[in-house]
């Protein structure tokens, strides 16, 4: 693949992600450095190959870490509400286990939901921020250390 197209690649899946987690265009663009139209011409350069940017926007927010916990404690707050099916020791040992099952299932989403996606998201925060608050000159550094870093999270997560 040309040096180009795939610049161009990585620059639309970027935008693509970032669109995802919930920024507009205007601040893809910022982030980015890119004109607005260059935007829609991507997007709808993925709408032809298939990829709705909407579609992984609600598909982000349907499996963010904030909303899969929500509904894994709301389950577990079911089954305590619930109760035991009857009285006998057998429904009571039942019961027992499935809250212990659910309070392992929320450990363990504890300790793995808020690694990678919480680090990106904080990232594209400082993204933002600097888009805002740096100078232009500043922003190639910061830039830099945001590739760097993103780097170094795919090492880490392979």
């Known amino acids: 693949m040309p040096r180009i197209a795939y610049k161009r690649d990585r620059l639309i899946d970027r935008a693509r992600r970032i669109y995802a987690s919930g920024g507009n265009m205007s601040q893809i663009s910022a982030i980015l450095s890119v004109n607005r139209r260059t ?3 991507w997007r709808n350069y993925d709408a032809r ?3 709705s940017w909407d579609k992984e926007r609600q598909e982000a927010r349907d499996l963010s870490p904030e909303r899969v916990l ?10 305590v509400e619930e109760g035991p099916k009857d009285d006998t020791d057998a429904a009571r040992m039942v019961h027992e286990r499935r809250l212990l099952g659910m309070i392992r ?6 300790k793995t939901a808020w690694t990678v996606a919480g680090e990106l998201l904080a990232l594209e925060r400082f ?4 888009t805002q608050y740096l100078a232009p000159e500043d922003l190639t ?18």
């Not at 299932?105 to 504890?110: E, F, I, M, Q, S």
């Open 39 to 41: 935007l829609l011409a």
């Open 49 to 51: 190959r298939g990829i």
């Open 70 to 79: 929500h509904i894994l404690e709301r389950s577990f707050a079911r089954i």
């Open 105 to 110: 299932v929320l450990t363990g989403y504890r």
């Open 127 to 130: 993204a933002e921020f600097c």
């Open 141 to 158: 550094a910061a830039r830099r250390a945001v590739e760097l870093f993103i780097e170094h999270l795919r090492k880490e997560n392979r």
